[in-house]
Structure formats: structure tokens, C-alpha cells
């Protein structure tokens, strides 16, 4: 009984205490008519209450900073083509030939050599038949006597049927070559020409005009009469008649 009584009185006298320390009571109305204990001990703080609604929109903000580079674009198309480059310097020297090479060339040649030489024997033959048969080499023309009588156009077709010309002597060695035939035979010869398309001028059997003569004196002379030419034992030229016999010589 002794303790509790002196409990209860300590318990008086802090509450008596706390009472006077404070400035202003922040009890209720009803707490201040208490009698004896005027405020009891403040409660602790409640807990925080809802967000409040959202606010009005902002203005509208300043402009942002450049942004990062973005990336390449698609391939453009194809540029037009350049102009040529310069020349390139020289390659390199090439191999030499082989030896194979020169021995099946030099094999070739001798083969080649050989058979010039063979054609040059069998020509030599020919030469040496054709002037036993009486033929008149002159350089790589030959005259020829084929028949001992014949008029011109008898003459033109002889010939012709041996795959020959009549003889058409074109400088002074052919002529004389000529010539010696007349003057073996002792007889004339027809020459391959013709006054007969034109009257007093002679040309070749080809038309092609006369590239040389050995006219005698006075000749040609016989107008329309004598449209052949002949030749004389001496190599001179005259017109004459187409129509005489006279030793038929073919040039080859
Ligand atoms: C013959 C005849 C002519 C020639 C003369 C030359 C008489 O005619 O061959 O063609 O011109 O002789 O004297
Ligand atoms: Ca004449």
C-alpha cells in the first residue's frame, strides 16, 4: 500500500511537470475541461495521404540538339565510262624460238630448194625439145612455126586451136627472133594486127593499140585493100591482103 501510493504520487508530479512545460495545448476543447489531467499523451503522425490529379499540360519546350549522324544512303547509279589510260610500258622481251622451230624451218627450205631445182631441170628439157622442134626462145616468149601455108584467119584459128596467139613481136630481139623464122623458111609471115575495125590504124588482135612497128619504107600504104600485116625475110613490116598463104608462126 506504501509503494503504490508513492508511485502514484510521481506519476502526479510528471504530469504536472509536462503539463507546465508546454507554451499552448494542442488538446481538444473537451481535454482543457478535464479536471485533473488536463491533455493526454499526442499520438504519432497518421500516414501520408493520395497522390493529388495531375497538373495542367507545360509549354511547349525548347528545340533539342542536332542528333547523331544517321547512316549511308543507297548505291546512286552507274557514272559514265572514263576516258582511255595511258599506254602501258613495254612487257617483257618473249622467249626465243625453239630449236624445233628453226630445224623444221630449215628442213622446209631444203625441201623447197629441191624442188625448184626439179622444175628448173624439166624446164631446160621443155627449152631444149621446143628448139629442136625449130621454136625461137626470147625471154620468156616463144615463136613457133606451126604450118607452112595459111592465110590470116587459117593462121588465127591454127594457132588458137594449140592455145597460141599469132605472133605479135613487140620490140627490136623479138622481131629479129621472128625474122630468123621468115629467114630459115624464105617466106613471109602474118603478125597478129589489124587496120580492119579502123582504117590506117593497126592494133593488136586484142584491140590494144600498137606498142611498136618496124615499117618499111613507105609502109603501110594499102588502104582498104591490104588490112593484114607480114612480115619480110629482112624483118621488115608491110600491109597486105589478108588472103595470101604465108607461113603460119604462133607465139606461145
Ligand atoms: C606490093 C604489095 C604492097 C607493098 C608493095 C611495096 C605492089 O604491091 O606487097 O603491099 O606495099 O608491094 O612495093
Ligand atoms: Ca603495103
Same mark, same amino acid.
Request: hydrophobic share 30%; aromatic share 6%.
Given at each position: 500500500?506504501?509503494?503504490?501510493?508513492?508511485?502514484?504520487?510521481?506519476?502526479?508530479?510528471?504530469?504536472?511537470?509536462?503539463?507546465? /512545460?508546454?507554451?499552448?495545448?494542442?488538446?481538444?476543447?473537451?481535454?482543457?475541461?478535464?479536471?485533473?489531467?488536463? #491533455?493526454?499523451?499526442?499520438?504519432?503522425? /497518421?500516414?501520408?495521404?493520395?497522390?493529388?490529379?495531375?497538373?495542367?499540360?507545360?509549354?511547349?519546350?525548347?528545340?533539342?540538339?542536332?542528333?547523331?549522324?544517321?547512316?549511308?544512303?543507297?548505291?546512286?547509279?552507274?557514272?559514265?565510262?572514263?576516258?582511255?589510260?595511258? *599506254?602501258?610500258?613495254?612487257?617483257?622481251?618473249?622467249?626465243?624460238?625453239?630449236?624445233?622451230?628453226?630445224?623444221?624451218?630449215?628442213?622446209?627450205?631444203?625441201?623447197?630448194?629441191?624442188?625448184?631445182?626439179?622444175?628448173?631441170?624439166?624446164?631446160?628439157?621443155?627449152?631444149?625439145?621446143?628448139?629442136?622442134?625449130?621454136?625461137?626462145?626470147?625471154?620468156?616468149?616463144?615463136?613457133?612455126?606451126?604450118?607452112?601455108?595459111?592465110?590470116?584467119?587459117?593462121?588465127?584459128?591454127?594457132?588458137?586451136?594449140?592455145?597460141?596467139?599469132?605472133?605479135?613481136?613487140?620490140?627490136?630481139?623479138?622481131?629479129?627472133? *621472128?625474122?630468123?623464122?621468115?629467114?630459115?623458111?624464105?617466106?613471109?609471115?602474118?603478125?597478129?594486127?589489124?587496120?580492119?575495125?579502123?582504117?590506117?590504124?593497126?592494133?593488136?588482135?586484142?584491140?590494144?593499140?600498137?606498142?611498136?612497128?618496124?615499117?618499111?619504107?613507105?609502109?603501110?600504104?594499102?588502104?582498104?585493100?591490104?588490112? #593484114?600485116?607480114?612480115?619480110?625475110?629482112?624483118?621488115?613490116?608491110?600491109?597486105?591482103? #589478108?588472103?595470101?598463104?604465108?607461113?603460119?608462126? #604462133?607465139?606461145?
Amino acid at each position: 500500500m506504501h509503494l503504490l501510493d508513492t508511485f502514484q504520487y510521481l506519476m502526479l508530479l510528471v504530469s504536472l511537470t509536462m503539463a507546465s /512545460g508546454q507554451d499552448t495545448c494542442s488538446c481538444e476543447p473537451k481535454m482543457t475541461t478535464c479536471n485533473v489531467v488536463p #491533455c493526454g499523451l499526442p499520438g504519432s503522425n /497518421g500516414l501520408p495521404g493520395r497522390d493529388g490529379n495531375d497538373g495542367p499540360k507545360g509549354e511547349k519546350g525548347d528545340r533539342g540538339e542536332r542528333g547523331a549522324v544517321g547512316p549511308p544512303g543507297k548505291v546512286g547509279p552507274m557514272g559514265i565510262k572514263g576516258d582511255q589510260g595511258v *599506254l602501258g610500258p613495254k612487257g617483257p622481251k618473249g622467249d626465243k624460238g625453239t630449236n624445233e622451230e628453226l630445224i623444221s624451218l630449215k628442213a622446209q627450205m631444203t625441201a623447197m630448194q629441191e624442188e625448184m631445182r626439179k622444175l628448173q631441170n624439166l624446164v631446160n628439157t621443155y627449152r631444149k625439145v621446143a628448139i629442136l622442134f625449130g621454136a625461137k626462145i626470147v625471154g620468156e616468149k616463144m615463136f613457133m612455126v606451126v604450118v607452112s601455108e595459111g592465110t590470116f584467119e587459117e593462121g588465127k584459128i591454127i594457132c588458137s586451136q594449140r592455145g597460141a596467139l599469132l605472133p605479135t613481136p613487140k620490140n627490136g630481139r623479138e622481131n629479129e627472133a *621472128l625474122k630468123e623464122l621468115a629467114e630459115q623458111f624464105n617466106k613471109q609471115i602474118y603478125l597478129g594486127m589489124s587496120d580492119e575495125k579502123t582504117e590506117g590504124t593497126f592494133q593488136y588482135l586484142n584491140g590494144e593499140t600498137l606498142i611498136y612497128n618496124n615499117w618499111a619504107s613507105h609502109e603501110p600504104n594499102g588502104g582498104r585493100k591490104e588490112n #593484114c600485116v607480114e612480115i619480110y625475110t629482112n624483118g621488115k613490116w608491110n600491109d597486105k591482103s #589478108c588472103t595470101e598463104k604465108r607461113l603460119v608462126v #604462133c607465139e606461145l
